[in-house]
DNA sequence: CTAGCAGAAGTAATCGTTTACAATACCAGG
DNA sequence: CCTGGTATTGTAAACGATTACTTCTGCTAG
């Protein structure tokens, strides 16, 4: 119905209905310091009756802390994010609200989200960079609330702020020197876009595989965008010549959409081509045919994102850590 | 570095530095009433060479107006929900911050944070309901903000709130129509909770048209958790006895369950046996044989939402919105 | 018997905005 | 040159919590 009824219940009614002060009211409802038994029983009486809830704003104003975390990553709708969301959440959703934001992979929606976010809403920010804001991170860290880099870091900011990032160089490399070992003669490789730092990272394991492992690999390489559209555009770039013997896709949807092109050419993956993913694609297990692919267990790395968080709201000074978490290569077989 | 320099720059900071009052500053910045040029100038000048960014918490109080919409899902790792959510953004994104957070499926975390969003801290709520907090929304919805319900709606809320659903009866109905036309002698249900009213009314559905169509019809029931596990114990629990000619599975996530089991028990779908799910698979296309599917456009919906939170934040008195979406039967043959 | 103190409750200032209201300046018409 | 209006700007009171500080008990120890 949104029925009138405006003008919330306040500390004050409470107040008066209990015929205490707001300052009682405020002891009991948080404990700060010591009532007597009966007080706390008729302000608590006075809660439940008149049904007041806390008005959030003006506690934050008033206490500056937000109890909520801002959460913005380049993706929403892609499960690795979600599930580095599920692993904060696991960590820091008893006692925090999650703000979420995606940023689509554009540094400006996601210049505009920080400034939204930095309005004194959270009281610390995880957050995996679509690039070209590190001027803004730098100064809502320094100068609004903590910064906890995720998946993403950017040169500029490293070792200035928290941050848990993978390591990419190490499993691009390996994923590379793994399909080497099979024996592959040619090779195409689907890159991320540059602005992202994994892109950059993930690139340069790839080729220095190659250099160090097979300098007479046939190489192709097509600039994708992390999206599934541009893993097929890239299966159809690299199909317009010799198909290469094995594709590999620098993240978990531009696979997906390669694995989809490939399966409706006709190729059976596995044997008719050998396929690598840095990431595992979600029901992959319903597939026919193999994939050999990076580990990348998204939902830890959000629960060390979280205890980071926690350890940086407890001491805003502690020194900065930075975590680089190890992949595991893993081989798929139906 | 997280330095000190604690005490953010506030608008008496501008107004200062600008030579003007706070409330010229607070004109210029809401363009709420005209002011001289070379004031403007000043102002804006200030702004920024201070880098001023305006607190929330002191707009939210004094305004009662949080820029923010919540939502609350059952499970926001599911595609189906992360597309509705996406759906709100599309429509609303550019002025409002979205606080999203997930029940579990569980009616007491649910709870807890209904009350949490309901501390003022946003300016609508879009909830689909694990179910058993009818009381609890429906006061949040007169007391506090309005309530957009999705996906999910309990008779006792029915046309008391805005509300955008599926006609899932009507889906249910069709999807088994569909198979029952495919001459199948045996059929395993599997269902959703039936906390959830849309478990209840696909169930209902289901099991109207096997009456209406197929009285005969031997029928197995299964009462999952709309879970991938729980869709992998009813393919389990039905393979029992003698397998029946067909499954369906009243949710995406059982559906997957269920896929992956057969798989792994050798059977190939469509082949030697039929399966449906109510909703889409994604990355269905991967897979090889055919699925009959409710198709549910989880996005449109989310747009759907979107547009009655603006209306309703525009007009809280308007009249209460109902929307049933109806859905296709999809065939999918690889 | 009273000073002193601890424990419990109340008073009121404060957080950073917005905005009703007051004040001021400027200008045209008489 | 004064009056009344309009266009800008300023002053200060909210918004609803928390919390430093004050006040008021009642009790104990000297």
């Known amino acids: 119905m949104t029925t009138p009824s405006r003008r919330n219940i306040t500390i004050r009614d409470v107040a008066r209905y209990a015929g205490v002060s707001t300052a009682t009211v405020s002891r009991v409802l948080n404990g700060t310091s010591p009532v007597k038994d009966d007080l706390v029983a ?26 909520a975390i801002g959460i913005l990553v380049p993706d929403i709708s892609n499960p690795y994010f979600m599930q580095i969301i599920k692993g904060i959440e696991d960590v820091m959703a008893q006692d925090y609200s999650l703000l ?101 990272q993930r690139a ?33 770039d690299f199909l317009q010549g ?7 896709a620098m993240n978990n949807l531009m696979a997906v959409g390669a694995i989809s092109r490939l399966m409706k050419r006709g190729f059976v993956i596995g044997k008719d081509i050998t396929l690598g993913s840095y990431g595992a694609i979600e029901n992959y297990l319903l597939i026919d045919g193999s994939l050999r692919y990076v580990e990348q267990e998204p939902r830890t790395l959000g629960k060390l994102a979280g205890k980071l968080v926690q350890r940086r709201l407890r001491d805003p000074d502690a020194e900065v850590v930075s975590h680089v978490v190890k992949q595991q290569i893993v081989s798929l077989h139906r």
Chains 1, 2 share one sequence.
């Open 42 to 67: 008729r302000v608590e009486q006075a809660v439940t009756t008149l049904g007041y809830r806390p008005n959030a704003a003006a506690r934050t104003l008033k206490t500056r802390k937000a109890n």
């Open 100 to 200: 979420m934001a995606s940023s689509d992979e554009s540094s400006k929606k996601e210049k505009r989200l920080l400034n939204v976010l930095s309005e004194d809403r959270i009281d610390c920010l995880v957050l995996a960079t679509a690039g070209g804001n590190d001027e803004v991170i730098r100064a809502i860290d320094e100068k609004r609330n903590p910064v906890v880099l995720i998946d993403r870091l950017p040169d500029s900011l490293a070792n200035r702020m928290d941050s848990v990032v993978e390591d990419n160089f190490w499993s691009a490399y390996e994923l590379v020197h793994s399909l080497i070992r099979l024996g592959i003669q040619s090779l195409g490789i689907i890159h991320g876009p540059m602005s992202a730092s994994t892109a950059f």
């Open 204 to 236: 340069s394991g790839c080729m220095s595989a190659v250099r160090q492992h097979a300098p007479k690999l046939r190489v192709r390489e097509h600039l994708g965008d992390y999206t599934a559209e541009s893993g097929e555009r890239a299966v159809d």
């Open 242 to 248: 010799e198909s290469p013997d094995a594709i590999i």
